[in-house]
């Protein structure tokens, strides 16, 4: 994988997992959001999230999609799917599979009494605490140093700082946001609109700037996630 490419799958959040779970449909509350991909002035793919909350529990699911072709420096297929369980704001379980231009990624992931469990093939050991994953789906995460990677199971140690409003480009116009930045081994832009819904990222890659924006937005996360 060439640096470009790294940055921008970093970037595009390498996004989320899940466990093996049965709900009933009556009590279940879901919600889709959907993004395209731009590189530039280029649509490169598509990613969606969905979240499901069936009591105390809440499962993301991410599938991305990326086909990249830019001057002979990346020209790569992508696909990345992941589901994640979380209990009462704290991550449970996680499974993610990456088709990574040919080559296979994973992540494999399990609460157990001294935190995290994880078997990825960027990662192999426990991290403690509540880590946050790049899956961007909530605030909530704003306040965690630590990030665990969808792609590769690899904790992200961050320092997150907000960077006041700004403007973002969805579907819907141009919305006032709260901006985060993110320095450390994943440095990206992650915008949440006036009620705090993840609406988009942008980051530098290549000498051109990615969006990831939203292009459908569904029901509001946060009533799903914070119940």
């Known amino acids: ?21 049965t709900a009933t449909p009556a009590l279940a509350a879901t919600s889709t959001r959907r993004f395209s991909a731009v590189l530039g002035r280029k649509q490169v793919g598509e990613t969606s999230v969905m979240l499901t909350r069936t009591g105390g529990r809440v499962i993301a699911e991410v599938e991305a999609r990326l086909d990249i072709s830019i001057l002979g420096i990346i020209n790569f297929n992508y696909h990345l799917s992941s589901r994640e369980v979380w209990q009462n704001g704290v991550l449970q379980e ?14 494999n992931a399990n609460r157990v009494d001294g935190g995290l469990q994880i078997d990825g093939t960027g990662f192999q050991g426990v991290v403690a605490g509540n880590p946050a994953t ?6 909530d995460f704003m306040a965690r140093p630590t ?20 403007t973002f480009n969805t579907n819907e116009g ?36 990615a969006n990831i924006a939203m292009t459908s937005r569904g029901q509001p996360f946060n009533a799903i996630w914070t119940g």
């Open 1 to 21: 994988m060439t640096p470009t490419r790294r940055i921008f799958l970093a970037g595009l959040g390498s996004a989320t997992a899940l466990a093996g779970f």
């Open 94 to 107: 996680l499974r993610a599979s990456t088709n990574n231009d040919g080559t296979a990624e994973y992540v």
């Open 134 to 139: 790049t899956s961007y789906f909530t605030a």
């Open 147 to 166: 990030w665990i990677s969808t792609q590769t199971g690899k904790p992200l140690d961050l320092t997150i700082r907000n960077a006041g409003t700004s």
């Open 174 to 209: 141009a919305l006032n946001c709260t901006k985060y930045i993110t320095q450390g081994p994943l440095k990206i832009n992650l915008y949440y609109d006036s009620s705090f819904e993840w609406v988009g990222t942008n980051f530098r890659v290549a000498g051109r700037t």
